[in-house]
Nanobody, 126 residues
Framework: QVQLVESGGGLVQAGGSLRLSCAAS????????MGWFRQAPGKEREFVAA????????YYADSVKGRFTISRDNAKNTGYLQMNSLKPEDTAVYYC???????????????????WGQGTQVTVSS
C-alpha cells in the first residue's frame, strides 16, 4: 500500500513556475512507478507525466513536453513535478499516482494506477 499527499499548488501568472511535491508513505514507493495527472472542471482526468521506479525512464504528454519535468527522490519518498512556462490551459487539479510495474504503453491511462493522492489545485491566470 502507498499513501500519497500532494502539495505545492497555487495561483500563478502565465509564464510562471510551480513545483508540485508528492509525499509518499508505505514500503513500496521506491519500487513503484509514479505519475502525475490533472483534471480541469468538466473534463476527464488526463495524463501529464510519469517516471519509473528508479528515474531512468520518463514519459510526458505532448502538451507539457519541454515545459514540465518529473523527478523523484526515493531517499525522501517524494516525487516532484516542476512546471515552467505555465499557461492558462494548465489550470486544473493535479493528482499524483503510484503503482508497480505498469508497462510503458499503459502509463497514460488513469485506470492503470491503483494509488492516488487527494489532489492540489493549480490556477494559471492570463
Amino acid at each position: 500500500q502507498v499513501q500519497l499527499v500532494e502539495s505545492g499548488g497555487g495561483l500563478v501568472q502565465a509564464g510562471g513556475s510551480l513545483r508540485l511535491s508528492c509525499a509518499a508513505s508505505g514500503r513500496t514507493f521506491s519500487s513503484s512507478g509514479m505519475g502525475w495527472f490533472r483534471q480541469a472542471p468538466g473534463k476527464e482526468r488526463e495524463f501529464v507525466a510519469a517516471i519509473n521506479w528508479n528515474g531512468d525512464n520518463t514519459y510526458y504528454a505532448d502538451s507539457v513536453k519541454g515545459r514540465f519535468t518529473i523527478s523523484r527522490d526515493n531517499a525522501k519518498n517524494t516525487g516532484y513535478l516542476q512546471m515552467n512556462s505555465l499557461k492558462p490551459e494548465d489550470t486544473a487539479v493535479y493528482y499524483c499516482a503510484a503503482d508497480a510495474n505498469i508497462p510503458p504503453r499503459l502509463v497514460t491511462r488513469a485506470s492503470s494506477w491503483d494509488y492516488w493522492g487527494q489532489g492540489t489545485q493549480v490556477t494559471v491566470s492570463s
